[in-house]
């Protein structure tokens, strides 16, 4: 289920101007988008039930999240993030493959009817009401007017244009569609039968009391039991479910890491000792950080010290002005800082804007050339400064939802909704300033139009110089790996770490043919791509994985099946335990002896007979037994009617041995206030989330999926 909502999430938001009109074309080409080729292209990334996943579709619809990734943050994604948005993009794939694969089993299908259903309704769902020219003001709802002639412009819709609204827009509402019929006939499926509900009502009023004595298996030492690697591989070889395993590998490592030395660090430090008394003296501070290239750009506004980025501010701001203060260490620099001056600064301001877009923030699509985009900002800018009237021409030029409002954007803090651009370029300018300023959203004409709550502002300067690698500190990092990724032999290169004191790393995790990441090393994909190329036992060359050299050796190689006896013993089900327990119990059931009685059983391990039910809350569909926890076996042995009146056989439980004895079953008084109707309606609302929470992982587990991503990323 939620890897179905996450598909449908993805199409949000898409240019209205090219939703109002190219959606359409959907209902002229009669729901055909079905039909899509997906063995076309120039080459195959993986098969869903034999259809293959074509590599120029998988790669488009990760360029399309990166892209809407990128508008928004600001920066391109990591390596680290590109490996998991193609993860992202192939389970969205592989999702919908095998959900309409068995949706058009069940004749389930989205036509071009019921998109025309939804296009021409005033549903605020239909995408053409979020573009506010296609509603009529007078009424609210959509203007049909307006789509007729939206159809004259279908067949200039090609290509990408194409592409974009058929995966943003087209494919969700069909997902929406179909997935509703599904889930409608999933629910219609709930059966509760009579038959059930009366065998429920019974075993839920009915409740036992009992007498036990409980052993624990901790009562033996778990070190007097020896559990061998043939009884756990005959364990394995009885419940393979249990110890399923996927395909990947077992590696360790030694890394060597190329960060700056105490040497470099020294060495930048030196430097700015060096320049610290010129600093201090210097009149033109904006010639003299650029004449000796500071890492941290001059700015020469006024912020308050919520906005001034250094971990010593505070420090710094203690300082009499003109006085430098350093060096010191901010973040990967060494660092000097001098303040300039002080005033009252705003804490909010307000501005109005003109926008001109160049791409979508969502889709990272082309919506103007940057130049035109451009010049268009600076017309707009030059008939304001001739006079002209902001609110007219923002209402007539403005792109976004303030242009009704003559681009007015109300106040707003640094910390506020503003991109970070935005704020860089408004902040610290006084007010009636105009100005085009650029952003992931495009160019701005923008005025400051006013200003409130003052605080203190600080004008710093910083001169920084970054503490980086010296040329000696890489080679020598990379000479250390080249000497121990030369011990190919393992028995030698292990004699080697230990030697010189080196840490090897043995990695705990199994890592698969298409992970990015391993363990704490970030952007490994190259040294996963060697590792799935590599034999067991083979030694790395040195390879750079962030800031280290990494020589890695294969330890293991797992192939999908059933996990062998180290591996599961590294596993949750823990086998080595669970016969450990076998034995214990075994012992305690021999040492018990035959036709035990409950006080032998106490006497004979210290310990007291005990009751239990007595408050009525012991019934077949119980899940905890007071004073002794989960354990459905026991609850099960209990309402054996092979066991009633008399002491039953030591039961092995979940933690320990149980010899009991059942006194009685009884029903509880009957509720007068019961609702029966109620009652069979949750049972009913039950099974339909049970049903729900597992549908798609079942239709999962029944697909044939073949993944050979790793041969193309």
């Not at 290509?159 to 997935?179: A, C, H, R």
């Not at 005033?343 to 301001?349: E, F, R, T």
């Not at 043919?513 to 060697?530: P, S, T």
């Amino acid at each position: 289920m939620q890897i179905i909502q996450g598909i449908r999430d993805k199409g949000a938001a898409i240019v209205i101007a090219v939703i109002s009109l190219s959606l359409i074309g959907f209902i002229l080409m009669d729901a055909k988008q079905g039909g899509n080729n997906y063995n076309a292209g120039s080459g195959s990334i993986g098969k869903v039930n034999g259809t293959a996943i074509d590599q120029n579709e998988f790669t488009k619809k990760v360029r399309l999240l990166e892209g809407q990734e990128e508008q928004q943050s600001g920066q391109k994604p990591s390596a680290t993030r590109s490996v998991q948005i193609r993860e992202q993009v192939w389970n969205q794939i592989v999702a919908e493959r095998v959900f309409y694969a068995e949706a058009d089993k069940l004749g389930i299908e989205f036509t071009g009817k019921e998109l025309d259903n939804i296009l021409k309704s005033d549903n605020p769902s239909n995408p053409l009401m979020q573009d506010k020219s296609m509603v009529d003001p007078a009424t609210g709802k959509l203007d049909m007017s307006k789509v007729g002639p939206a159809l004259a412009n279908l067949k200039k819709m090609k290509g990408e244009q194409w592409e974009m609204v058929n995966s943003q827009i087209i494919e969700p509402q069909k997902l929406t569609s179909v997935s509703t019929k599904y889930f409608a006939l999933l629910n219609a499926s709930a059966y509760y039968p009579s038959w059930m509900e009366e065998k429920d009502a019974k075993e839920a009023k009915s409740f036992a009391t009992f007498s036990y004595v409980e052993i624990p298996y901790k009562t033996i030492s778990d070190s007097t039991i020896k559990v061998t690697d043939a009884e756990i591989e005959a364990y394995i070889n009885k419940h393979k479910d249990l110890f399923k395993q996927e395909a990947g590998r077992m590696i360790s490592y030694v890394a060597f890491s190329e960060l700056p030395s105490a040497a470099d660090s020294a060495r930048t430090r030196s430097a700015l000792e060096g320049l610290k008394n010129e600093f201090a003296t210097e009149a033109n501070v904006k010639s003299f950080l650029a004449r000796n290239t500071s890492a941290i750009p001059y700015d020469s506004t006024y912020r308050p010290k919520s906005r001034i980025k250094s971990a010593s501010i505070d420090t710094i701001l203690k300082q009499p002005q003109g006085t430098v203060f350093g060096p010191y260490v901010d973040g990967s620099n060494y660092a000097l800082a001098k303040v300039l001056g002080t005033k009252p600064v705003p804490d909010s301001i307000r501005a109005r804007h003109i926008l001109f877009p160049v791409n979508d923030p969502q889709t990272g699509k082309k919506i103007m050339e940057e130049a035109d985009a451009k010049k268009m900002a600076d017309s707009i800018l030059a008939l304001l400064k001739a006079g002209g009237d902001f609110v007219a021409l923002a209402k007539q030029y403005g792109t976004d939802g303030t242009k009704d409002k003559g681009g007015d954007l109300g106040f707003f803090g640094y910390q506020g909704p503003m991109v970070e651009e935005f704020n860089q370029a408004t902040f610290g300018k006084p007010v009636g300033t105009k100005e085009v300023i650029y952003t992931r959203f495009g160019y701005h004409v923008i005025e400051i139009t006013g200003e409130k709550a003052f605080n203190p502002g600080y004008q710093v300067a910083f001169l920084a110089k970054e503490i980086f690698s010296s040329e000696e500190t890489i080679n020598k990092a990379s000479n250390e790996a080249n000497k121990l990724s030369a011990e190919k032999d393992l028995k030698k290169l292990d004699e080697y770490v230990q030697k010189n004191g080196l840490l090897k790393i043995k990695v705990p995790t199994l890592i698969k043919e298409n992970d990015g990441q391993i363990g704490q090393m970030q952007d490994a994909r190259q040294l996963v791509r060697w590792i799935f190329e590599a034999k067991k036992g083979d030694v790395s060359d040195p390879m750079p994985v962030g800031d280290q050299f990494v020589v890695a050796i294969v330890d293991k190689i797992y192939e999908e099946g059933t996990q062998d006896v180290e591996a599961a013993k590294l596993s949750q089900v823990n086998p080595e335990q669970v016969i450990r327990e076998q034995k214990k119990a075994e012992m305690i059931t021999k040492n018990l002896g035959a036709n035990v009685t409950l006080e032998a059983a106490a006497a004979k391990y210290s310990t007291q007979v005990l009751t239990g039910g007595a408050d009525s809350s012991v019934t077949f569909k119980s899940q905890i037994i007071n004073a002794i926890g989960n354990d459905p076996k026991l609850i099960g042995a209990i309402f054996n009617k092979a066991n009633f009146n008399k002491v039953a056989e030591p039961l092995a439980g979940k933690s320990g041995v149980y010899v009991f004895k059942v006194n009685s079953i009884a029903d509880k008084a009957v509720n007068p206030n019961e609702d029966k109707v109620q009652t069979r309606n949750q049972q009913v609302a039950a099974l339909r989330s049970a049903a729900v929470a597992s549908w798609f992982e079942g239709l999962r587990k029944k697909a044939t999926i073949k993944d050979n991503r790793s041969k193309y990323f």
